[in-house]
């Protein structure tokens, strides 16, 4: 991949449009909703988060195993006792968009 600097010296620019990507309908926070089996998905107020639920509650070590597994990652988790049925994603680096969602959802 050639550095931003040299297109520049070559006149040309680069575009990277990856948060377009992340907002579109069908982009790839409607994918993590979908690849979660998330029911129920609206667009979250700030248009780029979605908010979705899980087809039946899971304890928290129970996402985090459900997450890894559907999107073959490792997943860590805080300890919780409280069950987790509504559940915001945001690809990318959006926690600052997903963390004022953890008021109504769970994860």
């Known amino acids: 991949?050639?550095?931003?600097?040299?297109?520049?010296?070559?006149?040309?620019?680069?575009?990277?449009?990856?948060?377009?990507l992340d907002k579109a309908?069908?982009?790839?926070?409607?994918?993590l909703a979908k690849q979660l089996n998330l029911q129920k998905v609206t667009v979250g107020p700030d248009g780029m988060?979605?908010?979705?639920?899980l087809p039946k509650e899971m304890s928290p070590t129970a996402f985090a195993k459900f997450v890894g597994e559907q999107l073959h990652t490792s997943v860590r988790i805080?300890?919780?006792t409280t069950l987790v049925k509504t559940v915001?994603?945001?690809g990318g680096a959006g926690a600052e968009?997903?963390?004022?969602?953890l008021k109504t959802a769970d994860a």
């Open 1 to 20: 991949m050639m550095k931003t600097s040299r297109l520049a010296q070559c006149g040309m620019t680069a575009v990277s449009a990856h948060t377009n």
């Open 25 to 31: 309908s069908d982009g790839v926070n409607d994918c």
């Open 49 to 53: 988060t979605r908010i979705g639920e």
């Open 78 to 80: 805080k300890e919780g």
């Open 88 to 90: 915001a994603v945001c």
């Open 97 to 101: 968009l997903v963390l004022p969602l």
